[in-house]
Structure formats: structure tokens, C-alpha cells
């Protein structure tokens, strides 16, 4: 056995009702004035924060988008200097949390995140920004929130076809860190914990989205998915969706939820310990079609068909996806993967080999 292993130095509030905590947060990092961040959809619950923080509420700062625009980020920070603000507060997905990123990283500035997707960026040191169209992606430790409050009630008003895709794309993470080349045993077991607590509460979640032990399970499991994401390096599926996504525009978390199950299965023969963790975490004796049947239960589109592909875009994906390739266990050949693209396409069951 021979890795390394470099723990991300970060304060983890969980539990329902914590958001309460956030006055004292703030004081704990010195923030006296707290530029506040949402998006315009959630920008009631800005303010809902922006009452409870009270004295130290420096600015409010409605307007994150996704893909953190660069002019969007020097907005903000325009507001944040006229009102002398010594600090982040952002609330929301992986949106608002990636416009304080931005800012943290121009500034230094300490960071209180109380995220409210599954899509973990607060555990993450890593910033994706765009600029005249152009997305970039940067790690740096001055990005990394110091202080992250998970409260689940927060997440009772998330809709279905957030919720699904967002916990897949988290599931993701996961998978993909069992089988990363800088794998290491405290992460992989960070991993299966997030499967198991995201397979188990996504299907009733689906059900009844204020079901709150589910929704308790699934922010766990979130949490966990973003600290493997932040950790290790990602392989052929995050490979493969960027190449989807970036290529036919098609939505980022939809492509992800549908995806793993076949990228899960094109590792199938060369991954066996992470085959066996994901089978585990799931209660299933094939990973991949445990995770297709998961899919079934909560994902939103379940075909690449169903999301307008055809099959000459599918020679194209699997032309872009072996160029620069990322490490992955199996090769990434274009016939593999244009087979992998193939039964995406046709969403049929991931078959053993
Ligand atoms: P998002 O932040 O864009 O949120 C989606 C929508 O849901 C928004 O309109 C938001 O206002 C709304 N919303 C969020 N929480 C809600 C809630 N509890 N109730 C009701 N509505 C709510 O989406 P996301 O999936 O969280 O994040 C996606 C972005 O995060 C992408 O830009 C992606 O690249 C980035 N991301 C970055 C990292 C990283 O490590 N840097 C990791 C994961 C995702």
C-alpha cells in the first residue's frame, strides 16, 4: 500500500437548524461587515441571512450566475469595496459559491458558505470562471472556504429536477475518486460513504422532497462527494461530460446523472477494488447497473438520445474525448468509448462483460 494523502483544512458545521450558528461563524473569523451572496432566484434567502447576521452585515449581493463571469465577480467586488466589506458570506449552489470563490481569490478574503445544492464546489480548492466565453479552471488553496455550514432545511425547497441531477453529479465525484490515480484509503472511504448516503436517499427524495432524513443523508452524502472531489484527480467521466457538455451545450448536471453508470462500466475490468466499493455502497453485485437503476429512480433524462444527440455527434465526442485524454484505469480508446457513447445514446442496461 503507497499513497499520499493531503487532509483540506476546513471547519464543517452539519446539522439541521445550524444556519444559526452563522452570526457567530463570521465572529469566529474576525468578519465584521459580510458581503452577502445569492442568486437573483434566492435572493429572499439572502436576505433571510442578511437579517440574521445583523451588525456585521456589510453588503448584500444578489446577482451570482452560473459559470462565474468574470464581470459578474468584479460587480460584486465593486460593491464589497465601496461598503468596506472584510468578508464572504455566500448562499447557495455551486453558483453563488463559486462568485465568492472568485472573490476570495482576488482578495483573500475569509469565506463563510452555506451551500444549499449537492453540488460540493465548497469543498473544493478549485475555481472555474468565464471570460468573453471562455471557460477557465484554476486550484488554488486561497479559493477554499474556511468555514462551510451545511443545513438541510435549506435544501427542503430544492425542486426534483435540481435535486436528482445535482445528487448524481455528486455520486460522481465519488465514483470516479475510487478509481483515481491519486487515490488514497481515507478519501475511498469518504467515497463509499457518499455513495451509500446519496443511493439510499435519493430514491425516496424523489418522493416526497421534504422528507427530511432524506434530505439530511443526501447533504451528507454531498458533502462527502465534494471534500473527494477536492482531493483527487477525476478520469474518463468527467472527461467524457466536459467533451458532451462543452460540444452540444447540453446541461452539465443531466449529462452527468446519465453518464456514470457507463463510464462506471467501461472501467468495469480494470477497477475491481472501486467495482466493489461502489456494488457495496449501492447493495448490488454490479456496480454500473446499480447505478443505472439508480438513474431510473431519480434521473431527469435517461438517453443521450432524449437530449438530442444523433449518432454522428457521437463520432465526434468520441473523436474530442481521446484527445488530452485524463488518466483513466481502462485506455481510453475512441471504439470504446464510441461503444460507451452507443448504449448512452440508446440508455440501454450497461451489460457485463
Ligand atoms: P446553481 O448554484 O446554479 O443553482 C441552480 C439553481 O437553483 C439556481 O437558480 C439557484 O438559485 C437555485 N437553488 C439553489 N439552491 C436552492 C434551494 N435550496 N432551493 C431552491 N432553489 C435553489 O447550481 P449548482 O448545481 O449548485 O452549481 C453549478 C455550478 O457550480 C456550475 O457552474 C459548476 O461548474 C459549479 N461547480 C463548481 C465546483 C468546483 O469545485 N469549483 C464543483 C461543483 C460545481
Not at 475511498?188 to 457518499?194: G, K, L, T, V
Not at 454531498?222 to 466536459?242: D, P, R, Y
Not at 452539465?252 to 455502497?281: F, G, Q, W
Not at 481510453?332 to 468509448?337: E, H, L, Q, Y
Amino acid at each position: 500500500m503507497e499513497f499520499v494523502y493531503n487532509a483540506l483544512p476546513a471547519r464543517v458545521i452539519f446539522g439541521s437548524g445550524t444556519r444559526e450558528t452563522v452570526k457567530d461563524e463570521l465572529a469566529r473569523l474576525g468578519i465584521k461587515r459580510a458581503l452577502v451572496l445569492s442568486t437573483a432566484d434566492q435572493s429572499s434567502t439572502g436576505a433571510q441571512f442578511a437579517a440574521m447576521i445583523e451588525d456585521r452585515l456589510g453588503a448584500v449581493y444578489p446577482g451570482a450566475v452560473m459559470h462565474t463571469p468574470v464581470d459578474v465577480t468584479e460587480s460584486a467586488m465593486l460593491q464589497m469595496r465601496q461598503m468596506d466589506c472584510d468578508g464572504i458570506l455566500a448562499v447557495g449552489g455551486g453558483s453563488t459559491i463559486g462568485l465568492g470563490k472568485a472573490i476570495a481569490y482576488r482578495t483573500d478574503l475569509p469565506q463563510v458558505v452555506v451551500p444549499t445544492t449537492y453540488a460540493g464546489s465548497e469543498m473544493t480548492p478549485i475555481l472555474g470562471q468565464t471570460e468573453k466565453g471562455l471557460k477557465t479552471t484554476l486550484r488554488s488553496e486561497k479559493v477554499l472556504p474556511e468555514t462551510v455550514i451545511y443545513d438541510p432545511e435549506l435544501t427542503k425547497t430544492l425542486p426534483d429536477f435540481i435535486s436528482g441531477p445535482s445528487g448524481m453529479n455528486a455520486i460522481a465525484h465519488a465514483v470516479e475518486a475510487l478509481y483515481a490515480e491519486d487515490r488514497n484509503p481515507i478519501i475511498s472511504m469518504m467515497a463509499e460513504a457518499s455513495i451509500k448516503a446519496l443511493g439510499e436517499a435519493l430514491p425516496p427524495l424523489m418522493k416526497d422532497g421534504s422528507d427530511m432524513e432524506a434530505r439530511e443523508k443526501a447533504l451528507y452524502g454531498a458533502w462527502l462527494a465534494g471534500a473527494c472531489l477536492g482531493s483527487v484527480g477525476m478520469a474518463i467521466h468527467h472527461k467524457i461530460c466536459h467533451t458532451l457538455g462543452g460540444t452540444f451545450d447540453l446541461n452539465h448536471a443531466n449529462v452527468h446523472s446519465l453518464m456514470i453508470a457507463y463510464s462506471t462500466a467501461y472501467n468495469r475490468d480494470d477497477a475491481p477494488e472501486a467495482m466493489a466499493a461502489i456494488a457495496r455502497a449501492l447493495g448490488t453485485d454490479d456496480a454500473a447497473g446499480g447505478l443505472y437503476d439508480l438513474l431510473q429512480s431519480v434521473g431527469q433524462v435517461t438517453s443521450l438520445k432524449e437530449m438530442g444527440l444523433s449518432e454522428a455527434d457521437l463520432d465526434k465526442a468520441s473523436e474530442l474525448a481521446v484527445q488530452n485524454p485524463y488518466y483513466n484505469p481502462r485506455p481510453v480508446t475512441k471504439d470504446g468509448v464510441r461503444e460507451m457513447l452507443q448504449a448512452a445514446f440508446e440508455g440501454r442496461r450497461p451489460t457485463v462483460s
